[in-house]
T-cell receptor
Framework: QQQVKQSPQSLIVQKGGISIINCAYE??????FPWYQQFPGKGPALLIA???DVSEKKEGRFTISFNKSAKQFSLHIMDSQPGDSATYFC??????????WGAGTKLIIKP | NAGVMQNPRHLVRRRGQEARLRCSPM?????VYWYRQLPEEGLKFMVY????????ESGMPKERFSAEFPKEGPSILRIQQVVRGDSAAYFC??????????FGPGTRLTVT
């Protein structure tokens, strides 16, 4: 019930393409869904986040799509660039509680 | 506004020694979280603190590990009598409201 399942584990996308990473959850009490980006040797950086009362949120080239009935949310990176190569983590939380993390997706953008 | 600060960035300890990891949250943030990360893995929650209080320590081993966030000064994660299995990256995050968490650069602990 507390798990967040993330897929794929790794992803290779051509420069300029769309990168899509998916997450699924079970606990309907979750009310906050962030995405984090982590470069090797660095701490995770908050990229974008969404609440369940919204189905989509866009910030620049990054978009979160949220499907409440399916209990799924996804990150879309438009016009993917080599500098986007990193590990991406989805997470979920509720009521001031700890973040429950996905296992991560290693994204490689090929020039 | 400076980000979350952690020190030291790298720490080498021999088995049996103590490790002290420090975290200074962002200004105005009263929520602090500690996470542990092994290579090629996700983050594992350890402990959630607010000023002078431990809110949730369910992810922290009962023995050898302790955490505090005093009224003044940084949050401290203390690992006593370190073992090789404690080698990992330890990240601290702070939050203004318990939702958005902003991470520090981490402390990489190596136990020899």
């Amino acid at each position: 019930q507390q798990q967040v399942k993330q897929s794929p584990q790794s992803l290779i996308v051509q420069k300029g393409g769309i990168s899509i990473i998916n997450c699924a959850y079970e606990n309907t009490a979750f009310d906050y869904f962030p995405w984090y980006q982590q470069f090797p040797g660095k701490g995770p950086a908050l990229l974008i986040a969404i609440r369940p009362d919204v189905s989509e949120k866009k910030e620049g080239r990054f978009t979160i799509s949220f499907n409440k009935s399916a209990k799924q949310f996804s990150l879309h990176i438009m016009d993917s660039q080599p500098g986007d190569s990193a590990t991406y983590f989805c997470a979920a939380s509720y009521s001031n509680y700890q973040l429950i993390w996905g296992a991560g997706t290693k994204l490689i953008i090929k020039p | 506004n400076a980000g979350v600060m952690q020190n030291p960035r790298h720490l080498v300890r021999r088995r049996g020694q103590e490790a002290r990891l420090r975290c200074s949250p962002m200004k105005g943030h009263s929520h602090v979280y500690w996470y542990r990360q092994l290579p090629e893995e996700g983050l594992k929650f350890m402990v959630y603190l607010q000023k002078e209080n431990i809110i949730d320590e369910s992810g922290m081993p009962k023995e050898r590990f302790s955490a505090e966030f005093p009224k003044e000064g940084p949050s401290i994660l203390r690992i006593q009598q370190v073992v090789r299995g404690d080698s990992a990256a330890y990240f601290c995050a702070s939050s203004p409201n318990g939702y958005e968490q902003y991470f520090g650069p981490g402390t990489r602990l190596t136990v020899t």
